[in-house]
Every structure is written in structure tokens, then in C-alpha cells.
């Protein structure tokens, strides 16, 4: 949170920058994600296991067809497609658990 002080007789307007920060919720962010994407690989891998197949159960859900937005001169085309399995979302968790103990 921001909070603007008006400090002494000049007027100037200090902003002092309270809570963990910008650069701690990108960990965050980096560590969700890094969590998704091992857990999404060895889901897929222990999709081909008979006892660890239950990990690679998942649902894909967003757009599976992309916007598309074609003005002859720029072509912009949007999709966005989230593949989520067991594994995935234990790879999240354990990506929470261990930004909390750094």
C-alpha cells in the first residue's frame, strides 16, 4: 500500500512503500507458475504409468478457438487455453508452501 506525507515546509510529497512489495508478489507469481509447469510435465508423464495415472487426470478450459481481428494491415489474433491436471494443481500447492518457508 501507498501512502503519500507531506513532510516540512517545502511541500514535498514523499511516498514511503508499506508491505512486502512488488518485487515479492513477482516471486509469487514465479513460483505459481514454475509449480504449474512441473507438476503439468510430470502429470503428463505419469499419465503412461498404471499407478500414477490418477495425476494426469485434468480438464482444459478458456477459448479453444482464438479470436481472431484481421484489419489488412495488422492480424491479431487472442487465445487463451488453461490445461489443468492433478499433478498441476499439486504443483501449485506446493509451490505456496515453499515461498512461505523462504
Not at 503428463?44 to 495415472?53: F, I, M, P, R
Not at 495488422?74 to 523462504?102: C, E, T
Request: net charge neutral; aromatic share 14%.
Amino acid at each position: 500500500m501507498l501512502e503519500l506525507k507531506n513532510i516540512g515546509d517545502e511541500g514535498a510529497i514523499h511516498v514511503a512503500n508499506y508491505g512486502k512489495g512488488n518485487r515479492n508478489a513477482w516471486a509469487m507469481f514465479f513460483m505459481i507458475l514454475s509449480g504449474i509447469v512441473l507438476g503439468g510435465f510430470l502429470g503428463h508423464l505419469a499419465a503412461g504409468v498404471s499407478y500414477l495415472e490418477w495425476l494426469g487426470f485434468g480438464y482444459s478450459f478458456g477459448m479453444p478457438h482464438p479470436f481472431t481481428l484481421d484489419l489488412k494491415v495488422v492480424y491479431l489474433s487472442i487465445q487463451i487455453l488453461l490445461d489443468m491436471n492433478i499433478a498441476s494443481i499439486l504443483g501449485i500447492v506446493l509451490a505456496i508452501f515453499i515461498y512461505r518457508k523462504l
